[in-house]
């Protein structure tokens, strides 16, 4: 399986950190600290942005921030 970071995904999606914040509710500096795994991001918001990206949670590499 091949896995790609949360920042790649957007990428390849075509979106700024601007756009994916205003699709998912939240700051692009929020956003950013999600891909930079500094910050813990939720299950939900994890199916959202995957949802997002056209990507399955399987193939998101998140580091070890992830709750529950």
Do not use: C, H, W
């Amino acid at each position: 399986m091949t896995q790609i970071t949360l920042k790649a995904a957007r990428i390849n999606a075509g979106y700024t950190l601007k756009q994916v914040a205003g699709a998912v509710g939240k700051n692009p500096q929020t956003i950013s600290k999600y891909e930079k795994d500094s910050s813990d991001i939720s299950l939900g918001l994890l199916q959202k942005l995957s949802s997002l990206y056209g990507v399955t949670i399987d193939n998101l590499f998140l580091g070890k921030k992830v709750r529950k």
